[in-house]
């Protein structure tokens, strides 16, 4: 008899996106005549820059050809994208790194990271959250049941107004720390000497950090860290993931990479050490089979002069939209977290309201659209989600509409 993998029996399924869609069908259908605008997703809008749609026709034409076609590529990515990646993301900030994996996605590779470690591993995550680390952790046997709004032994590190959304050190010991900056869903960052607490901890705890920076290309800020591998020691106890989704604009093209640095172990009951980037090698070899060669021509191409000012001028476009939202919602005295350094506004609900709630009252009052804060974790009730990817246009009339309302 098959037997199946209870876990799927454990984790939640999440109702965030689909109870908003289903909410948002049903007021447009009673109101066939408002105009609803989104700020709710998190995917981006200006369209790939040019140099990397040239590369991609040119890529497109080689395969077409004999001489040049190219079947099966290296699982690793083309050598010319990870010299690319090695000069343009980490030579240029001082990392001395040459252990990159391209992939498909951080949202794979975040996921599929899973395949490395024991059960027996403590896993901690940030609360509210990115929901991938959770829910690839339950569904991988690291939980106990859902009780309460959380999963039993999973360890829950709150961001919150309380403590300036930077989180606090766990109290009891933990071994696989997920840490997401600047941060999605609070749009918030950790400077050099925050997130070097946590490479401490790590070192003295021999835990390993799995570091998300998938917003690295938003942040403005001097003394936020472009990579965790700036943080002196995280080459012995970090694995970094970046994409060229939010900052090239990729979501739909999927390119990523992830950084396995050679230094990183991890230990089995008897105390012999495992190199994570042969495990990493070993995993990806056996479970995938690379990017197209099109696509890394194209994420190649990220890294042109034309590339590089391209994706400045899409990244400043949202910025600007960023900086609306901040504005409009500081008018009528709402906090704000985040948006500087990061696509995504985070703002308190007004006293006494859920965040959902407060969807709801923006959906009819404001014919907008965004994310309750509780959809992201227990610890996301009272706040909501504004994204900057949005028109311009489509963001000051949102704004004016929600001003209006308070
Ligand atoms: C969007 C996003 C990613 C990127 O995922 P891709 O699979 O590369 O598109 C990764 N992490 C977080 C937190 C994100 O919000």
Redesign the pocket.
């Known amino acids: 008899m098959i037997k199946v993998n209870e876990n799927f029996g454990k984790v939640q399924d999440s109702y965030l996106f689909s109870t908003i869609a289903k909410k948002v069908a049903e007021y447009q259908k009673n109101n066939p005549d408002k105009k609803i605008i989104k700020l709710g997703i ?1 995917d981006v809008t200006r369209p790939l820059p040019t140099p990397c749609i040239e590369a991609m026709k040119k890529a497109s034409d080689e395969m077409g050809d004999a001489n040049t076609f190219k079947g099966y590529g290296p699982e690793q990515g083309y050598d010319f994208l990870r010299k690319a990646i090695i000069e343009n993301e980490y030579k240029d900030l001082g990392i001395d790194i040459d252990e990159v994996f391209v992939s498909d ?4 590779d ?1 996921g599929n990271i899973v395949d490395l470690f024991s059960q027996d591993n403590k896993v901690a995550i940030l609360d509210p959250v ?1 929901p991938v680390y959770l829910d690839t952790n339950v569904l991988s046997g690291r939980s106990g049941k859902f009780n309460n709004g959380k999963y039993d032994g999973i360890v829950y590190m709150p961001t919150t107004e309380e403590n300036n959304f930077i989180p606090e050190l766990p109290k009891e010991k933990v071994d696989m720390i997920y840490l ?1 900056f600047p941060n ?1 869903p609070t749009g918030t960052t950790l400077s050099k000497e925050e997130l070097k607490k946590w490479v401490d901890y790590a070192r003295e705890n021999k835990s390993i950090i799995l570091f ?1 920076s ?1 917003y690295e290309g938003f942040i403005v800020d001097e003394n936020i860290p472009h990579s965790i591998y700036e943080i002196e020691g995280a080459k012995d106890v970090a694995i970094e ?1 970046k ?1 060229f ?2 900052k090239a604009g990729f ?1 739909g093209i ?1 390119c ?1 990479y992830t950084i396995v640095p050679k230094s990183l172990v991890a230990y089995d009951n008897d105390g012999n050490t495992y190199k994570l980037n042969s495990l990493w090698n070993r995993r990806q070899t056996t479970k995938f089979n690379g990017v197209s060669y099109v696509v890394q021509r194209a994420a190649e191409a990220v890294y042109t002069p034309e590339g590089q000012k391209e994706i400045e001028e899409n990244i400043n476009y949202y910025r600007e939209n960023a900086k609306i939202i901040l504005e409009g919602l500081k008018n009528i005295n709402i906090k704000t977290y985040g948006g500087v350094n990061s696509p995504y506004i985070w703002l308190k609900v007004p006293e006494g309201k859920t965040s959902w709630e407060f969807f709801d009252e923006l959906l009819e009052k404001a014919n907008v659209v965004g994310t309750p804060g509780a959809g992201f974790g227990p610890s996301g009730e009272g706040y909501f989600r504004l994204t900057a990817f949005g028109t311009h246009e489509n963001t000051i009339e949102a704004m004016k509409r929600i001003e209006s309302i308070f």
């Open positions: 998190g996605g951080a949202k794979c975040t990115y997401c999605n998300d998938a993931f994409s989704s939010k979501t999927r990523a």
